[in-house]
């Protein structure tokens, strides 16, 4: 019998999920329906290891889902449907520690206040080197959360480094439940807006964040979606409404037989101010659904990695022994009818540093000016004021500075490629710079971490005003380029 694992009901989160209650229509004779009870009722009187009814049961819907080769159909008994709408809600068994992946190695950002993770002294910074003693070092973080999370009660035995040292702390997991949208605005009058996932209150929740900074004059918005894997279609189009106004096609729906707009249904609250919209390679179906209606009505600029590509939309139709089945019935296309199944949106803009992220965007709704100031062997930095750390520290080698090449350029809004044989190329508003893999311009210092560096006379090269006291490096410079990306929304 196939089981739904955590792995699974996190690939469910990434559906666009309606709830509903449709009638069934069934397609098969009397004859088919009988054919099966026979079966069932034959296997159970003769085969010698006397399977369980239940088993049996739960073997055959499997085996109709699996044939149907779609991930995304997949039947629910009752405790994995109440767990599922459970996530769906931001709600889990877990520790309270969000986490972050940096050079092949997963550690702790935030720390929840009263969670099991602050009970046992976890602290940002520390690093998760196993989990119930099995190395999790290059994993990525959501496999990573996967395996700290599980059923309330239950045990998880983390390895933690911390500053060189190794220890051991045993944790009971507890129910999680992480805030839909967390918010602020930033002291350059930026509000900045972080939609975890698309639960039945987010719709609420956010009209009453997007009143509140309305009153207050904010100059810009930034909607962080990255890691947002989805949830229900009507809190997306409700979501989409504010800013594009009620009645807008918010996506295409291609049904069995027909297509139907699917249109936003909140009315527009946020105009006149320009808008950037987070993304990155965990960003999916119903945050994907919200993210494409915007590029596609130039309301904002998306600004990250390619999203994950679910253009699929699902509904749970209630079955008789509390479970349901969870059946996709549609795929959506864009306002703009752009397919997004297993290809996913392009950013705008693309920078795969994800600490940078929101301090280009925010530079970016500013009028694009930069300064970053960095330190020879130190991993803190700053970025406009904003702290931020670095993957890889500033290194000095043969008495030349070398900056951390990808942290640099995409800092100042060079996207960063690299040609076999001709080294990086840093493309910006259509012009392109090549840095030779000499040596010399381009280095990689440590072989067993294969991180670029940028020697710092050819930092100017891109265009950047650069001071060095000490070892202490000041860049000035403009993330913008040529061209009109942003515009005030509406």
Known sequence: MRKV???????????????????????????????????????EAYHVDRPDHQILVEGAIWGMIETLEDPYTTYLAREELESFLKEIEGQFGGIGVELEGMNDQVRVRRVLPGSPAAEAGLAPGDIIAAVDGEDVAGLPVE?????????????VRLTILRQGQSFEVMLIRRS??????????????????????????????????????????????????????????????????????????????????????????????VTGIPIV????????????????????????????????????????????????????????????????????????????TNALVP???????????????????STEGEVNGHPVTLASPPVAVGGVIYLPLRFTAEAFGYQVCWVKEVGAVLEKGGEKITLPFDGKTVIIPDKQKPVAFIALPAVRNLMLDVRVQGVSIELDGNVADSMNYLKAAG
């Not at 009638?23 to 054919?35: I, K, M, P, Q």
């Not at 301090?359 to 062997?377: D, F, N, Y």
């Open 176 to 269: 999680i439940e992480l805030p839909s949208i967390e918010s602020a605005v930033w002291p350059s009058g930026i509000a900045y807006v972080h939609i975890r996932t698309f639960g039945s209150q987010v719709a609420s929740r956010l009209k009453e964040v997007l009143l509140q900074y309305k009153a207050r004059g904010i100059k810009g918005l930034i909607i962080d979606l990255r890691g947002n894997e989805g949830g229900l279609l009507d809190a997306a189009a409700e979501v989409a409404g504010y800013f594009l106004g009620e009645g807008r096609t918010v996506a295409w729906l291609k049904g069995r037989d027909s297509e139907a707009p699917c249109r936003a249904t909140g009315r527009t609250l």
């Open 277 to 352: 919209v987070l993304i990155d390679g965990r960003t999916a179906s119903a945050a994907e659904i919200l993210a494409g209606a915007l590029q596609d009505y130039q309301a904002a600029l998306l600004l990250g990695e390619p999203t994950y590509g679910k253009g699929s939309v699902q509904e749970l139709i209630p079955l008789s022994n509390g479970g349901a089945l969870r059946v996709t019935t549609a795929r959506y296309l864009t306002p703009l009818r752009r397919p997004v199944d297993a290809q996913g949106l392009t950013p705008d803009k693309k920078i795969e």
């Open 143 to 155: 496999v990573v959360a996967l395996r700290i999370r599980g059923p309330e009660g239950t045990q």
């Open 5 to 43: 694992t955590p792995l699974f009901l996190v690939l469910l989160l990434m559906g666009c999920v309606w709830l509903s209650n449709p009638s069934a229509v069934l397609a098969g004779t009397g004859d088919d329906l009988n054919l099966i009870r026979e079966v069932l009722e034959n296997v």
């Open 359 to 377: 301090l280009v965007a925010e530079a970016l709704i500013k009028g694009g000016s930069v300064k970053m100031k960095l330190a020879v062997g």
